[in-house]
């Protein structure tokens, strides 16, 4: 479906007539559902055989070798939240992902999504499944699960290890399965309202299902709609900049004009009062030296977004037939519109500089020193950067399923095929046309009208000239935004659109039964065939190709792949009620994936299970892994960057100083005796010590010879369900994830290192030096497979379901993931660095929950824990670990924040009509969560210093559920 386009595509017709469908018979539904609930209840007694995510194997115990957590819809409703990934951002296990409702600068097409980040190894190393299959990803690699309907998730499958043998690349930090409700019967309307405490980030979700089943098969429909308010940071004291010692928000670059006279070295900036610039801007009197102050300065959180709103609409339907006895067809469409808006502060625009080199006119009018072309410094508050990202995502599956017997052994199978589409458009605004800047800030002067007009009495510049949205009209840039016209920004104003999709075919094909019976049981397998073809691309427009906007330039990426794959997996029980052994399986898998860009890989998982008691379960796992690289990493066009770094060739701070290999090299590649790297400052080139230079760079390329990111991961557990404690349940997993040939962005130090002192010939070419001043000026530097990622740790969890007592039934549950190692190593040789306790890395994260019913009333209380943290910090005052040293941030001084808890509850009731209201605060007692640098830094957050998993203040709710 093009956007914008008003047909309907495939996804919405069929889902569409799903609807009708099910609307149409749901009076026949009413009337057989007594009879449903009869044959239901006699199936209940029955023990069925289910499939757990991580095995392909069919069993009757969900207590596998797997550690798998599980969510269902009643503790989904108990947390207040209505899309799946705060839902899921709840969960211990989960960490940060790369990009959250807080990264409003990352203008692409993530932006406005949720994604799910496992373990703090990136969301890219998390396969998400729907109902088993997999889910639609980006160009990127990253799966959007906003689009899931929350209201017809049954349960939520966590599978807190890897399984590249069973499910394929991406399964490395784990995988969740979201399973959703096939058999509803009848008809429900969800309803959730919230606000924060400052009266923003409201939510309104409302979503319908209807369904109907029956002995010939099943239908349902849902429609959700989600939309999430806006939060500013200006709003509150936390986020509005002023947080801390340090405001690195409290950019020294202001709204009013700074004119930098480079004859005689001096700034001035203009007059200006209560918001109203002093006039006029063309004469010097009107102007005051440049001190620092407060006052000329200007804070950019006050134009920032804190929270990203986004409205989502989608429709999802599913259906099932039963074509024989034992033939079962199955179809799932889903559909979904996602908007979201993003906005950041004005550019900062410095003019001269290497980004920015127009020069204010010395023949412009507004130039209060004619003749003298000047550099000229302003934030353009007028126009914020914003960014509209409009994204269509469609999935498709159908299929064939059935069973039937070998003997005494009962065999299923299914085979179907799948189709994902993601789709959309990100709009911006707000950066300035470099062509337009140099003609709005070029020659002007006042007509015979006395209207200001671009070019010059003897050469004007006709009125009807453009070359952007507008006609050129000179910018009173030194004016400050109240002399500012609509014209002359639009005319400045840099509108870009860019295109991105990706789309996935697969088919796929599995069997799974028994073969024959060992003493301890049945000896079983599952083996499956899958075929998928990915496609992608991202098509930015050509002025953000041709580098023409204040933003950084960036190429297309287009690319496609195919991968071919099999698999098998055997679970054997080996003793059974023997003693010390009441069980013991083992499960072996093995994977086989043929990729048309890289070539081939197996991946192997070993496990067992052993129970040398009835109570006591202990279980373990050894897995082979991967991650295949993602249409961006092997095809991407890459973007411009300006980077810092030690030119190898530079004869003093250099390699070449002590090097005579390097110094040979160097002077091989045409570098002069006695070269020294400039750097580009504000007033002048200079050489200076530390030799740092700044340079256009095309940075996040594409490398076609990448290969796939390698883990070995590890499990050991126990589960304990004592008999003489009934309802206790107790478990505790150990994890350790180890990913090697890690795909990282390259640094252009690494580049001309590996050139010039390495004498590789590969990076010799990833770039270019200017003939004259012999400086490195263009450099590609793409991804490789560097360096490793390692993390070990511990999950636990309680759970004590009370006998009923007059007062009602009580609930207990603790469940926690401590970290006891998260190391990355960049590259080889690199700083191995050790983050565990430092942002976003914390140590301990647990959720402890009480839950109490009766009757037709309910009440649920919940702590969320989060341990002390790490961060940087600016000043001594607020250094309490002042002698730490990180690796991540090489110096020493740490602030480290304590443990924070967020208290929420809850209340419920169950109406006779069959209705359910819901009432809950989160964040009860208005906990505040610590500044913390480190989340602005690395790009959680962009407005603030706030961990964007963390509450800002109290959130108000109230629910209701219907059932017809």
């Not at 690699?141 to 966590?158: C, F, K, M, W």
């Not at 013991?584 to 898998?589: E, F, M, R």
Request: charge should be negative.
């Amino acid at each position: 479906m093009k956007i914008g386009s008003n047909k309907l595509s495939l996804a919405v017709k069929f889902a569409l007539a799903i609807g009708v469908s099910a609307v149409a018979t749901s009076a026949f539904a009413q009337d057989a559902s007594s009879t449903d609930q009869k044959a239901d209840a006699s199936k209940a007694q029955q023990l069925q055989t289910i499939t757990v995510t991580g095995s392909r194997i069919r069993s009757v115990d969900i207590e596998t070798q797997q550690p798998v957590f599980v969510m269902t819809q009643d503790d989904i409703k108990k947390t207040g939240l209505t899309t799946v990934g705060d839902i899921v951002s709840r969960m211990s296990m989960v960490g940060t992902p790369d990009f959250t409702s807080a990264s409003v600068l990352a203008s692409n097409s993530e932006q406005g999504g949720s994604y799910v980040d496992m373990r703090n190894l990136g969301a890219q190393r998390v396969l998400v499944l729907v109902n088993g299959k997999r889910w639609s990803t980006s160009v990127a690699g990253y799966t959007d699960v906003s689009n899931i309907p929350a209201a017809l998730i049954q349960r939520v499958e966590v599978l807190k290890d890897g399984a590249s043998s069973v499910y394929g690349s991406d399964a490395i930090a784990g995988v969740i399965n979201f399973i959703l409700n096939d058999h509803f019967q009848g008809a429900q309307f969800d309803g959730t309202y919230g606000v924060n405490q400052k009266g923003d980030g409201k939510t309104t979700n409302y979503s319908l299902t209807l369904g109907q089943n029956n002995e010939k098969g099943s239908i349902v429909f849902n429609y959700t709609y989600n939309k999430q308010g806006p939060v500013w940071a200006s709003k509150r004291a936390l986020t509005n900049g002023n947080d801390g010692p340090y405001h690195e928000n409290r950019l020294f670059l202001g709204p009013w004009g700074e004119l930098y006279d480079p004859n005689s070295g001096t700034d001035i900036v203009l007059n200006h009062a209560n918001g109203v610039g002093a006039s006029p801007s063309n004469d010097p009197a009107s102007y005051h030296d440049w001190d620092g102050r407060v006052a000329d300065s200007f804070n950019a959180s006050s134009q920032m977004l804190e929270r990203t709103p986004t409205t989502l609409n989608s429709i999802f339907t599913h259906g099932t037939y039963n074509l024989t006895d034992n033939v079962t067809f199955k179809g799932t469409a889903m559909y979904s519109q996602r908007h979201a808006f993003s906005q950041i502060a004005g550019y900062p625009f410095s003019s001269g500089a290497f980004t920015d080199p127009v020069l204010l006119s010395g023949q412009s009018y507004y130039n209060p020193y004619p003749g003298t072309n000047f550099q000229v410094y302003r934030r353009t508050v007028e126009l914020p950067r914003q960014t509209r990202n409009n994204t269509n995502t469609m999935h498709l599956d159908a299929g064939l399923e059935g069973y039937f017997n070998v003997g005494e052994h009962e065999w299923n199978w299914d085979a179907g095929i799948a189709y994902n589409r993601n789709e959309g458009t990100l709009a911006g605004s707000g950066n300035l046309n470099r062509q337009a800047m140099a003609l709005a800030l070029g020659p002007s002067f006042l007509n015979a009208d006395g209207v200001v007009q671009c070019g010059t009495p003897t050469n004007p510049l006709p009125l009807g000239t453009s070359i952007n949205q507008g006609q050129c009209t000179p910018f009173d840039i030194a004016g400050g935004p109240s002399a500012s016209t609509a014209d002359a920004l639009k005319f400045i104003n840099a509108l870009t659109t860019t295109r991105y999709g990706s789309s996935e075919r697969s088919a796929t094909a599995n069997i799974t039964g028994g073969l024959f019976n060992l003493p301890a049981g049945e000896f079983s397998f599952a083996a499956g065939i899958e075929s998928r073809q990915e496609k992608g691309y991202l098509y930015p427009d050509l002025a953000s190709q041709s580098g023409n906007t204040t933003d950084l330039a960036a190429n297309s990426t287009a690319g496609r792949y195919r991968v071919n794959e099999g698999y098998v997996e055997f679970n054997a029980p080996i003793l059974k009620d023997l003693p010390g052994a009441k069980s013991l399986s083992v499960d072996v898998a093995s994977r086989y994936s043929h990729y048309s860009n890289f070539g081939s890989t197996t991946n192997n998982k070993y496990g067992f299970s052993w129970r040398p008691i009835d109570d006591l379960l202990v279980r373990g796992n050894y897995a082979e892994g991967f991650r295949a690289p993602t249409l961006d990493d092997t095809f991407g066009g890459g973007s411009q960057s300006f980077d810092t770094f030690l030119d190898p060739c530079d004869t003093v701070y250099g390699a070449a100083a002590t090097n005579a290999q390097v110094a040979a090299r160097c002077t091989a590649d045409g570098v002069p005796a006695g070269y020294r790297q400039l750097k580009q400052d504000k007033s002048t080139i200079t050489s200076v010590n530390g030799a740092q230079g700044l340079t256009a760079f095309n940075a996040g390329a594409g490398n076609a010879n990448l290969k796939p990111e390698t883990a070995i991961t590890r499990t050991l557990g126990l589960v304990y369900s004592p008999d003489y404690v009934p309802g206790l349940d107790m478990s505790l997993d150990w994890y350790s994830i180890r990913v090697s040939n890690l795909i990282s962005a390259i640094s252009a130090g690494y580049v001309l290192d590996q050139c010039y002192s390495q004498g590789s010939q590969q990076y010799c070419g990833q770039f270019s030096r200017d003939p004259d001043t012999h400086q490195v000026v263009n450099l590609n530097r793409g991804n490789a497979n560097l360096g490793y990622l390692e993390t070990e740790g511990y999950d636990y969890s309680i759970r004590y379901r009370l006998p009923e007592y007059s007062f009602g039934r009580l609930v207990a549950q603790l469940g926690g993931s401590y970290v006891s190692k998260y190391e990355q190593q960049s590259s080889p040789g690199a700083v191995v660095q050790e983050s565990v306790g430092q942002y976003p890395i914390y140590r301990n994260r647990a959720n402890v929950s009480l839950d109490w019913s009766k009757g037709d009333f309910g009440a649920t209380w919940t702590v969320r824990y989060y341990s002390s943290i790490r961060d940087v910090c600016y000043s001594a005052n607020e250094c309490n670990q002042p002698n730490y040293t990180s690796p991540s941030w090489g110096y020493m001084g740490a602030n480290r924040h304590g443990a924070t808890a967020f208290n929420d509850v809850q209340f419920r009731w169950n109406a006779p009509w069959n209705g359910q209201f819901r009432v809950g605060i989160n964040n009860v007692f208005n906990k505040q969560p610590s500044v913390n640098y480190l989340a602005n830094q690395l790009g959680y957050n962009s407005a603030s210093s706030v961990d964007p998993n963390l509450d800002l203040d109290r959130y108000f709710y109230v629910g209701y559920t219907q059932k017809f």
